[in-house]
């Protein structure tokens, strides 16, 4: 291979040479485009070199064949017609910045071309060093490398990620670090590889660690942008417990961070895009210096670019204002949250408070309306209603899985949503357990503890013990029956023993005796002080397990209260009865 290189004939090319290279290239990427410029700059340092960093490549990117077909035709002209009167030739230095405005002629982003009388290679002309906040992380490197961070999608490359940015380029807690910086004072020119120092250790001595360590831009409105999706992958033939410090040159890019925008650096153990260890790896990683050193390129001019008229902009820009004037009044609201220095004093510190709870999905289905109540410490609570009644619905905005169209839930004092600290006290079993099913249960149990990144005793023989799963524990989970797996996932939610204990529909699948045997278990888990919500249709199973219910029918809620005050004054009433009582003959599913 080092002999069909272009190393293998570099040292001898004195013809003035035009290098380009695509930004978005993740197969050729621009720093062989730069080592090619270097070695003959350095063989024949006479040599005529420019270098041209645009923005196609294999992965896609801006469509700049116009713009390179001219380069070159210009270049041939001036060196091989020998065209005194050729001054259109390119600059030593020209990038392409993709970010660039938008076109009034054709609607799509207009690439800003910059040129310089200097090359100034891959780490700029100068460095800007930006502070990156975080601590040291461990992050786990899951068996069989699944699930896996996307920083492309294969067959597509980095064009698709990045047009839709942080919705297809995603790093998963657990398996990410990630490290953060205050947001820029100025806008800042990032054109070039940036450079970091990462310290790199294993919980366990490995002899093929592997990691992916990326620049993410991250806007004031909070979503990160990876530019054209590349990642710098990282790899160890060893790694131990004796951290391994490591400075990673980035890959180079070339984009216009704002004032307000953040860098925010993230190593992580997967990518979809590549080859990946089998067997699961927990890590720590750290940044030595605290810093990122980004290249900055001075001396870079505008060259070429879209005539765009001051009389269209007389007229675009207050029919621009107009328009986000409505789309602002037409926008759709989100839950209104209390700011967190005054939940203390205006908020319950119970388990869960709800207030005023709507879930309204596109075309009008309303799955929650209104519901508002409050589940104290110490109970087991009884979540109640027919199918569609918004019982689901409600458990996963509780978990911050999914956005309420209006209202607040807080557990704890806390305010949930996606990712919020305090869900780290709640266990749950929403709509089953998903399992890898080539492990064992235990393995399952283990890994799942790792990837949730919380801290403490995970309490693994007290929660195998309430799966009573026997032997089976250690067998593969593909031969697991559904009461297995059911009994395997509320085992899974009790890890940790948290707060907040959330099932849904857990006696699904199981037997008389293990019914039996899990209304002990939620009861003595109640005892405790910790709390039990359990979704259930079975109501004879909740009329002797659960103390409190909430019953909600076509996403209201119907009534709520202790069980005894529900049955008191009705001789030989049960739950049952009060149930079909309220709700009637009435079966329909949601309103609109």
């Known amino acids: 291979m080092r002999e069909s290189s272009p190393i293998?004939?570099?040292n001898r090319i004195t013809a003035p040479a035009l290098i380009s290279g695509g930004q978005a290239d993740s197969l050729f990427p621009l720093a062989q485009t730069n080592a090619n410029a270097q070695q003959i700059m350095a063989a024949s340092p006479e040599t005529p070199v420019s270098v041209l960093w645009h923005g196609m490549g294999h992965d896609g990117g801006t469509n700049e064949r116009e713009r390179l077909e001219t380069?070159?035709?210009?270049?041939?002209?001036?060196?091989?017609?020998?065209?005194?009167?050729?001054?259109a030739v390119t600059e030593p230095f020209e990038v392409t910045l993709t970010s660039g405005e938008i076109s009034i002629q054709n609607n799509q982003p207009q690439p800003s071309v910059l040129a310089g009388a200097n090359y100034p290679g891959l780490f700029g002309s100068e460095q800007q060093s930006i502070p990156v906040l975080g601590p040291p992380q461990q992050i786990l490197s899951p068996a069989g490398a699944s699930p896996a961070a996307i920083s492309s999608i294969p067959g597509f490359g980095g064009s698709l990620a990045g047009n839709l940015g942080s919705l297809v380029s995603t790093s998963f807690p657990g398996q990410s670090a990630f490290f953060q910086s205050q947001p820029l004072t100025t806008a800042t020119e990032i054109i070039g590889s940036?450079?970091?120092?990462?310290?790199?250790s294993s919980e366990q001595p490995v002899t093929d660690a592997v990691f992916f360590v990326s620049l993410q831009v991250v806007g004031a409105n909070n979503r990160a942008n990876l530019p054209q999706g590349l990642v710098a992958p990282v790899r160890f033939d060893s790694l131990g417990a004796t951290p391994e410090v490591v400075t990673v040159d980035l890959p180079t890019i070339a984009l216009n961070a704002n004032a307000g925008d953040s860098i925010r650096l993230v190593v992580s153990t997967t990518d979809l895009a590549y080859r990946m260890p089998l067997n699961e790896r927990l890590y720590t990683v750290a940044v030595t210096q605290g810093a990122v050193s980004v290249p900055i390129v001075t001396g870079l001019t505008p060259i070429g670019g879209e005539d765009a008229t001051f009389a269209w902009l007389l007229l675009i820009i207050p029919a621009l204002a107009i328009a986000g004037a409505i789309l602002f009044v037409l926008r759709p609201r989100e839950p209104k949250l209390l700011p967190q220095t005054a939940e203390l004093e205006l908020i319950s510190d119970a388990p869960v408070v709800i207030?005023?709870?709507?879930?309204?999905?596109?075309?009008?289905?309303?799955?929650?309306?209104?519901?508002?109540?409050?589940?104290?410490r110490g109970v087991v609570l009884g979540l109640l209603g027919p199918n569609g009644a918004g019982k689901t619905t409600t458990m996963r905005m509780m978990m911050g899985l999914i956005k309420p169209t209006q209202g607040q839930i807080t557990l704890f004092g806390h305010p949930v949503f996606f990712g919020s600290p305090v869900l780290s006290r709640v266990g749950a079993l929403v709509e089953g357990a998903g399992f890898l099913p080539h492990l064992s249960g235990r393995e399952n149990l283990e890994l799942y503890w790792k990837a949730s990144g919380r801290e403490?005793?995970?309490?693994?023989?007290?929660?195998?013990?309430?799966?009573?799963?026997?032997?089976?524990?250690?067998?593969?989970?593909?031969?697991?029956?559904?009461?297995?797996?059911q009994r395997l996932g509320i085992a899974q939610a009790m890890l940790g023993k948290p707060d907040l204990l959330m099932l849904d529909e857990p006696t699904n699948g199981l037997d008389p005796p293990q019914i039996k045997a899990m209304r002990e278990v939620?009861?003595?888990?109640?005892?405790?002080?910790?709390?039990?919500?359990?979704?259930?249709?079975m109501l004879?199973?909740?009329?002797?397990?659960?103390?409190?219910v909430v019953v909600m029918h076509r996403g209201q809620l119907i009534a709520t209260g202790e069980?005894?005050?529900?049955?008191?004054?009705?001789?030989?009433?049960?739950?049952?009865?009060?149930?079909?009582?309220?709700?009637?003959?009435?079966?329909?599913?949601?309103?609109?």
């Not at 002209?77 to 001054?87: A, G, H, R, V, W």
């Not at 207030?355 to 104290?376: H, M, R």
Request: hydrophobic residues 35%; glycine residues 10%.
């Open 8 to 10: 293998s004939i570099t």
């Open 71 to 87: 380069s070159v035709i210009n270049w041939f002209e001036k060196y091989l017609l020998s065209d005194p009167e050729n001054t």
């Open 194 to 200: 940036s450079q970091v120092d990462v310290a790199f």
């Open 355 to 376: 207030e005023g709870l709507y879930k309204t999905y596109k075309g009008g289905y309303q799955a929650v309306s209104g519901v508002s109540f409050e589940v104290p």
């Open 456 to 485: 403490g005793e995970p309490y693994f023989e007290e929660v195998l013990e309430i799966a009573d799963l026997g032997t089976a524990i250690d067998r593969k989970v593909k031969a697991y029956s559904q009461g297995m797996r």
């Open 522 to 537: 939620m009861k003595t888990y109640a005892q405790t002080g910790r709390t039990v919500i359990v979704s259930s249709h």
């Open 540 to 548: 004879s199973e909740v009329e002797q397990t659960c103390s409190h």
């Open 563 to 592: 069980v005894a005050d529900l049955l008191a004054g009705r001789t030989g009433g049960r739950l049952e009865d009060v149930f079909l009582d309220m709700i009637g003959e009435d079966l329909t599913v949601g309103q609109s």
